[in-house]
């Protein structure tokens, strides 16, 4: 299956070097693979080879390669060094694509040796507007029994789907979480995992975890960043003109894999919009230098909207979720009438789009469908 985002990535390669990264085996080797094929001479290796680590450490490709792909580069010392010298020093006819996991995505954050001489990309799992760009089927009862990463999405049945996410995650919490972070009880962090599973939507209260784990909420904070890093969960903030005072009111979690959440079907379809949301504002960010974020919206008198894209630090569209029900909320309406932001009520099951004064009530398939990518 094809993805979305490879045209994009092949013409970014012209200009600059490219990072791919994203979530544990959500294909970030596979379309680098694929976009191999496109280029001649192309070259493709991976630090946790032996051999091919040798041909790294010594710079020893032909001089002929087109492209050059590093896999899992972050693990050698001095990385960021190691690429800004190949880099400065590549011929012009060399492009350059890194790809890797996490930790790549992190460090990346960390001192600006490379500013200026790459583009990022990161890939997420499939959604409705990826599958209709692709021109497959969009069936949202499939992302949400099984996600839409690759392997379990593709996957000839859910039992197949369901022994990958048993290894998957197991693979995070066991080798991810400790090859990232000296973490101690890793009993504890598994409890944290296990109890926002249950609390998809609705504002993470540290001090609540902490109590129910028997932890500190500073640990449980720790442990929810780390969940974060791997690209395990996202966080979906409060939106607010204050960076400092957003930061400080409790944030929602939603997971990359839409099939953990553990809850109502009307849960899994927030989760599935949050994350259809999130890969639309990565898209605006990645490929259109727009600064754009997700947040959700709520009052001191907890008048609240699921969602909202800003951009520019100005919200853009307010989107409210529902399984079946067609009733306007407070909130809609609140914000609407107040600040003229214009809204969404997204439902899954919906026989017949229609408006209600200035609020859009659009069917989730079609909507989720339509974002940019």
Known sequence: MKRAQIPNIINDLDKKMVFITGPRQV???????????????????????????????????L?????????????????KNYLKGVFDTRPDHLKILVTGSARL?????????????YFRHRLLPFSPAELAQIRESVDLEKLTERSGFPEPFLAESNIDADRWRMQYLDGLIRTDILDFENVHDLRAMQLVLDLLRY??????????????????????????????????????TPFSTSIARSVKKEPKIYFFDTA???????????????????????????????????????????KEVDFCVACNNMPELMIEVKLSKTDIGKGLTYFNTRYGIPGILLVKHLK????AGSIDIRRGNEFLSSLML
């Open 27 to 61: 294909g970030k080797t596979w379309i680098s693979k694929e976009i191999a094929k496109t280029i001649p001479q192309s070259l493709y290796l991976n630090y946790d080879a032996r051999e091919d680590r040798k041909i790294i450490e010594e710079e020893a490709w």
């Open 63 to 79: 001089d002929t390669t087109r492209l050059l792909i590093l896999d899992e580069l972050h693990k050698m010392d001095g990385w």
């Open 105 to 117: 995505e992190a460090f990346r954050h960390s001192g600006d040796s490379l500013a200026g001489r």
């Open 199 to 236: 609390r998809v939507g609705s504002p993470a209260s540290y001090s609540s975890l902490a109590e129910d784990v028997g932890i500190a909420p500073n640990t449980v904070k720790k442990y929810i960043q780390i969940l974060e890093s791997l690209f395990i969960v996202f966080k979906v």
């Open 260 to 302: 953990l959440v553990n809850g109502d079907d009307g849960k899994r379809f927030e989760n599935i919009v949050a994350l259809s949301l999130l890969k639309h504002v990565y898209a605006r960010v990645d490929q259109r230098g727009q600064p754009c974020e997700l947040h959700y919206l709520r009052t001191k008198d907890k």
């Open 352 to 355: 017949r789009e229609k408006k």
